[in-house]
């Protein structure tokens, strides 16, 4: 089965570093989503991405996070400075082009845990 | 703007008897609403979707859902439910009207607990 690759599954850092997750998405999809879930907010959508393009990332604190796609298999979702408050498990989600597209079904990774002390 | 409501954040079921886990959502035009499951440590997994046609719609492990556009809602069923179902569920909606950008909104979850 085709699957949206994460890296790191969990990540563990003190606050002010640099923390950087990456994404593989499927192979052919062309649309590109960076998740934030925590048990306060639950899923929160931060940024997305069509044909490697950012289209929306309003939900993302610009001050500090930024995601870029430098190729089409390849999302990056960086923290810098990183925070507490930044501690949560984030999801990378791809989903396929298509004249429905936006009745695709998104694919998601395992995620990644990031622990920020 | 779309937005999607789960009022229950935990449904207990025993084995065997039906579950039900509620969803009503809002949109501007009409609505692509979607059922996805999240075991734990996972990331999350498509159950579901209703695009058009049948307001009746079935999914993977039995599951099924049903539109209802005059209550807006669109609440996740199954009519046995086993212990393997117990998961946390989101109901997520995309607004076709403004496309929102196929920006997908999930509700806060629902745990589902289904006991022996």
């Not at chain 2, 209703?50 to 599951?63: A, E, H, Q, R």
Request: aromatic residues 10%.
């Amino acid at each position: 089965d085709a699957r949206v690759t994460q890296t790191p599954r969990h990540k563990v850092t003190e606050m002010g570093q640099e923390v950087t997750m990456r994404c593989q998405p499927i192979l052919g999809h062309n649309t590109v989503f960076w998740y934030r879930q925590t048990m306060m907010q639950g899923l929160e959508l931060l940024a997305y991405f069509r044909n490697r393009a950012p289209l929306d990332d309003s939900g993302m604190p610009k001050d500090r996070f930024s995601a870029e796609m430098p190729d089409a298999t390849l999302a990056t979702l960086k923290i810098q400075p990183s925070e507490p408050r930044d501690s949560a498990v984030y999801f990378c989600a791809s989903g396929s082009p298509g004249t429905l597209s936006g009745a695709n079904v998104l694919t998601f990774g395992a995620g990644s845990r990031l622990t920020v002390l | 703007a779309q937005s999607v409501a789960q009022p229950e954040d935990q449904v207990n079921v025993a084995e065997g008897n039906p579950l039900t886990v509620k969803c009503t959502y809002s949109v501007s035009g009409n609505p692509y609403l979607f059922w996805y499951v999240q075991y734990p440590n996972r990331g999350l997994q498509f159950l579901l979707k209703y695009i058009t046609g049948d307001n009746l719609v079935k999914g993977s492990y039995g599951f099924e859902a049903e539109f209802n556009k005059s209550q807006t809602s669109f609440h996740l069923k199954k009519p046995s439910a086993l212990v393997s179902d117990s998961a946390l569920y989101f109901c997520a909606v995309r607004d076709i009207l403004t496309g929102g950008g196929n920006k997908l909104t999930f509700g806060t979850g629902t745990q589902l607990k289904v006991e022996l």
